[in-house]
């Protein structure tokens, strides 16, 4: 893959942290096939399809006054035209509700990626998450 390609997905993968980050649940789903299975199960949360997790985002998410997503290190581990297999590292400072410290978490995103008609896609993601800090109870 060239250097744009890189961009477009780099790209897809902040706008997915934005989303995240301002709870923009309609920006969310903008990263995702309609079918995209998402686990975040390393993190003791939800696992399922695109709107089932949305769904558990918006009834459980708002609750955590802030957070922010950094994403780095992005690989694209295997990939052609039309799909692509990508590793990226987060670290995500937040404000967890009833704490006066801040939290810290980190891992890896592990994005398999389609291109369609709008773009690059994520069809599954799975967070890896390898260590947080000031975890609530």
């Known amino acids: ?18 989303a995240v980050d301002s709870k923009d ?29 949305v769904d558990w985002f918006a009834a459980n998410f708002g609750v955590i006054p802030w957070s922010m997503h950094y994403i780095t290190n992005i690989e694209i581990l295997a990939g052609d035209r039309d799909v692509a297999t990508v590793r990226a590292m987060f670290y995500n400072p937040m404000q967890l509700p009833g704490m006066t410290e801040m939290s810290a978490c980190g891992g890896y995103y592990h994005h398999d990626l389609v291109r369609t008609p709008d773009g690059w896609r994520s069809r599954s993601l799975r967070e890896e998450n390898l260590w947080f800090t000031n975890a609530p109870e």
């Open 25 to 53: 649940w309609e920006l969310y789903r903008s990263v995702f096939t309609d079918d995209a299975v998402i686990d975040y199960s390393s993190a003791g949360a939800v696992v399922g399809k695109r709107d089932d997790v």
């Open 1 to 18: 893959m060239d250097l744009s390609e890189h961009a477009a997905i780099s790209a897809l993968l902040y706008r997915y942290a934005r």
